[in-house]
């Protein structure tokens, strides 16, 4: 499904009043046990960063999803976030994927010497499967050994996951609004990205995240590139 898009950026044009309340409508259809004029005030406009880039996806003229990728200054590292909500049916991790490799690749040629990381938290299998297939370098993965003790210095107050001695879980509060169908759908899948997930947590649909990290730089965009050409 091909869907329109339009790019915003904090620091230059924002979002207007009627795309605030677009974005607070698929806010409620994508997760639970939250309060979305609030997760759009922490998410969307605190001032815990020094840039946000926004992609709004659109199908004939209405909104349908949403990717934000926020980058902070934290001690000798930049650390880029991310949230992304879609309709239901338009619910594709595809759609986000060129979008925050893109971006992430603006940041480190603006400053290859910073070390740069992807560190956030991921509710959804889907979402992991469809970064994890596609990137060269991503922790935790069963075919990319995590350095030590790296989870411990990004998520150092989370949790260890059952299946493997890594400190890869968090506990959030909210949920992706995922009907029995996706739910079933998830538990018979044959993917390896999905089955792993389902792994390391278990309780993915109770308000517990995934915490995952991908190192920006060369070595990344190198293999990233190569992964895609020989898919």
């Known amino acids: 499904m091909k869907l329109e898009f339009k790019d915003l950026t904090q620091t230059k044009l924002w979002l207007s009043e009627s795309e605030r309340q677009a974005i607070i409508h698929i806010i409620k259809i994508s997760f639970s046990n939250i309060t979305p004029e609030a997760y759009l005030a922490k998410y969307f406009d605190s001032s815990d960063a020094f840039e946000r880039r926004l992609r709004l996806y659109f199908d004939q003229g209405?909104?349908?999803?949403?990717?934000?990728?926020?980058?902070?200054?934290?001690?000798?590292?930049?650390?880029?976030?991310?949230?992304?909500?879609?309709?239901p049916q338009y619910r594709k991790g595809d759609n986000t994927f060129v979008f925050s490799l893109s971006e992430s690749f603006k940041c480190w040629l603006r400053r290859p010497w910073k070390k740069i990381y992807y560190a956030d938290t991921m509710l959804s299998p889907a979402m992991y499967r469809?970064?994890?297939?596609?990137?060269?370098?991503?922790?935790?993965?069963?075919?990319?050994?995590?350095p030590e003790k790296v989870f411990d210095l990004f998520n150092s107050d989370g949790d260890l996951s059952s299946a493997e001695p890594l400190r890869c879980l968090v506990s959030v509060n909210r949920s992706s609004n995922y009907s029995a169908a996706e739910l079933t759908s998830f538990a018979t899948s044959d993917?390896?990205?999905?089955?792993y997930y389902r792994k390391l947590n278990p309780d993915f649909n109770s308000g517990v995240a995934l915490f995952v990290i991908i190192p920006i730089h060369f070595k990344q965009f190198l293999k990233t590139a190569l992964k895609k050409f020989y898919a």
């Open 62 to 87: 209405n909104l349908v999803g949403y990717c934000l990728l926020t980058f902070s200054d934290e001690s000798t590292m930049i650390v880029i976030r991310a949230s992304a909500g879609f309709i």
């Open 130 to 146: 469809a970064i994890a297939k596609n990137t060269g370098i991503i922790w935790p993965h069963p075919h990319h050994p995590a």
């Open 191 to 195: 993917k390896l990205e999905i089955q």
